[in-house]
């Protein structure tokens, strides 16, 4: 019999690379502790020398309607452990376990019915208080900040973010004084669950924006008609963008010359008023249009839905919703988060940390074509 020396020897041969293949990417997969890094925490220096809210106690807020958060472990966990080190009042809230405020709030759509909920919940606390309310997904990635240098100042009532992704102010994160003004803001936005038009209606984030041309002056709001006409015919999220895109224009005085995105939204005389995409004053921002990369500037990051978690280290997530997670999360230990040991839980993966030019970029870079999708909208719709 010919033995073909050729084909005895490729099998093994084979058989050992892919093995040798497997340990390789096991461990690459591990992403080795000695690719980790901790940051030290600095003494505290307030970026508002006229801060005057220490005799308030600031609550951070989540609220749910399911008993399994496994799909928020890292953005619960970062969020429970930072409060507890700052001594915030952590509350992690399933509006089932409330059936007497349920009783009081009955809107069909959840995102809605929660901010009534949340009105009649923070009744019972302290008046002039600061709520930090966080959707489930929304984690600490820096806990060297403070929130104390981003609560209300002044005349401010209620708090808001520009997203970078698109035109939208963010509903699932703000900042308020718990007064009767915020309790009433909170009612007036549960109440357009049942003002939003039967149509693709895009839940809260969307009809925000109608809440907020509430408060705008009656001049402004002659124009509304326009832009409502698109929401009540939304077919889909592209619809319920051009919505938003036309609210924008509104609130920015119909003016275009300007980056818009730079700027603030005030309302109400400046008792609401929702931060520009470059602000200092924002305190989060969604993780994925950064590729999962961050730096020591950012502080809260949206998105940490544990389902998003992109697996393959050397895959670069940009679909919406995917991510790498920064942190080192098999090491996080909720007993050192009130020892002085905290920011150990913080074991951040080398390769996901960058400069703060370095992201400022990613995030000035990803601005610039969400403007020009803004004037394409506006020019779609005849608007400009």
Known sequence: MKINLKQSFALPLLLAISVICLFLIKDAYKLSI??????????YHPVHRNYSHHQSQIHVISIINTYDVSNYDTAIKTVRCYAMQRGYKYHLLNIMDYPNILMKCPFKDFMFRRHCFLSL????????????????????????????????????????????????????????????????????????????????????????????????????QENRKDCEAIWETSKNWGDCSKFVACMRYLFS?????????????????????????????RWMRDLWITESKWSVDDFMIHGLKESGIVKNIFEIPTTFGDWVNPIHMKTFNIEKCTTSRYYQNWLYYSNNYKSSAHVKHKLEVFDKEVGKEYINQLEGLNII
Do not use: C
């Open 121 to 220: 919940y923070v009744g019972s606390i302290n008046e002039n208080d600061f709520v930090v309310f966080v959707d489930a997904d929304l984690g600490i990635i820096n806990p060297n900040k403070y929130i104390e240098d981003y609560l209300p100042q002044n005349e401010e009532q209620f708090l808001f973010v520009q997203r970078h992704f698109n035109f939208e102010i963010m509903a699932g994160t703000f900042i308020f004084k718990n007064s009767i003004y915020s309790r009433h803001f909170l009612q007036r936005w549960a109440l357009y669950d049942t003002k939003k038009p039967n149509s693709f209606d895009g839940s809260d984030n969307v009809a925000l924006h109608a809440v907020l041309m509430d408060l705008m002056p009656l001049h402004v």
């Open 253 to 281: 005085g119909q003016n275009k010359s300007e980056p818009i995105f730079e700027k603030d939204l005030s309302f109400d005389d400046g008792k609401v008023v929702a931060f520009s995409k470059t602000s200092i004053r």
């Open 34 to 43: 000695r690719n980790t890094f901790v940051i030290q925490p600095t003494p």
